[in-house]
Structure formats: structure tokens, C-alpha cells
């Protein structure tokens, strides 16, 4: 009777094994084929990037703004990239600004296997700044269709902030750092 339940057990495990092997291969064919059960995201790093900005109010001096862009890791060839994007500064508000009263648009500059520039907008600032604080605008996205396979870059570029129904430009104040890339596969 022992030698039945092993035979049993060994059929039971041999049918597990089997199930197991054959949900991995399947999850390998699909990622192989480019059909992932999910895209992957790039790590998001954030960069710093020296900004001089004109209009009423703006600072005089050069200013960092520490930009965050999250890209997905791959796409197909033709595919598009969904960006989104944080931007924060350590410059102090003078008075308190209420949620969502800045808003923002970042221009990304495409590199390497892409060329020209997409903007993404929907910045804000989703809570309360409290006077002496430095200000995050969150939400900014984009979406960029990527037509050549290699790798493609984003770089920061000029900015605009919008506060209290005044406009602020900032320009990009020597180069900046990429913030993220996405490989662009061949069909």
C-alpha cells in the first residue's frame, strides 16, 4: 500500500512540475513575443537641471528644478511611450498657495533614436504650500509615438509655470541631464 501512495504522490508532483513548466514557458513565449502581461517602467530618476526663468516675480539668479520622468522600459517599434513627470524645487513660496492654484508644462527633448520635442502638461500642485516651502507639481504626462527602434531619450527642457494668472519661462541654463529612455524594439 506504501508503494501505491508513492506512486500516487510522484504522479501528483510530476503533474505540478509539469503545470509549473508549462506557465513559465508561457509567460516566456509572451514576454519573447513582446506581449508582456504588463509593460514594464524604467526605473524613474530623478535629475537636477539649472533653469533661468523671465516674468513677473521670477527669480534673478539660476534656479534647480529636480525633474522626475518615468518612461516604460520598452516599446515596439511604432509603439508609444506614456510619460509621466514630477518637478520640484527647492526655491521658498513667499506667500501660501493653495492646492492646484500652480500649474505647469515641461517640453522633453527626444535623443538618440528620436528627434524633436513632446510637452507634457496636467502639472500641479495637488496640496497646500504652506509660505517658506519649496514647491512639487505633480501629474505632468505625455505621450510620444516612437517610430525607430534603437533607444530613445528624454531631456528636459524649457518649462512653464503658471501662478496666480501670472506665466513664468524658464530656459534650460547650460544642458541637461537625460531623465529617462526607453528602448524602441524591431517588429
Known sequence: MNAAIGSRNTVIGNRHRARAAAAAAFVAALASAGLGLGAPSAAADTVSVSYTCTGPGAPSDVQSLQVTVTAPASVPQGGTADLTLEAATQLKVPISVPAQAVTGE??????????????????????????????????????????????????????????????????????????????????
Open 106 to 187: 515641461l517640453d522633453l527633448a527626444l535623443g538618440g533614436a528620436a528627434s524633436g520635442t513632446v510637452t507634457a502638461t496636467g502639472f500641479t500642485n495637488p496640496d497646500p504650500v504652506p509660505s517658506g516651502s519649496g514647491v512639487t507639481l505633480t501629474g505632468g504626462t505625455a505621450s510620444v509615438k516612437l517610430d525607430a527602434a534603437g533607444t530613445t531619450t528624454f531631456t528636459p527642457g524649457t518649462a512653464k509655470v503658471h501662478v496666480f494668472g501670472v506665466t513664468v519661462e524658464c530656459a534650460v541654463s547650460g544642458s541637461a541631464p537625460v531623465a529617462a529612455s526607453t528602448q524602441v524594439t524591431a517588429e
